[in-house]
């Protein structure tokens, strides 16, 4: 079955530095689009960046220059690196398998928590 498993959320000062990680199983990695979503408290569930299985990136505005996203295919591993955080990135940041035919699958979610 699909799994997706997010780590490497956590506590960091504003300015600071963060890299996510989605471990994924159950499917085939490299033939699919993966994104990295959030949700702050009070806010709807948003999507923060996607790959493409040819590693084309898109991005959502407020994070354009500060965050990098990016696949390992070998390792079946998708990456969330976050540069000059501000509190407003604070949030649950989930891993999402794009397109999906048989279902919709999402990891179990890292919290992210920048401090000003």
């Known amino acids: 079955q699909v799994q997706l498993v997010e780590s490497g959320g956590g506590l960091v000062q504003a300015g600071g530095s963060l890299t996510l990680s989605c471990a994924a199983s159950?499917?085939?990695?490299?033939?699919?689009?993966m994104g990295w979503y959030r949700q702050a408290p009070g806010k709807q569930r948003e999507v923060v960046a996607i790959i493409t299985k040819g590693g084309t990136t898109d991005y959502t505005a407020s994070v354009k220059g500060r965050f990098i996203i990016s696949r390992d295919n070998a390792k079946n591993t998708v990456y969330l690196q976050m540069n000059s955080l501000k509190s407003e990135d604070t949030g649950v940041y989930y891993c999402?398998?794009?397109?999906?035919?048989?279902?919709?699958?999402w990891g179990q979610g890292t919290q992210v928590t920048v401090s000003s």
């Open positions: 159950g499917f085939i990695f490299s033939t699919n689009i």
């Open positions: 999402h398998l794009i397109g999906a035919i048989r279902g919709d699958y």
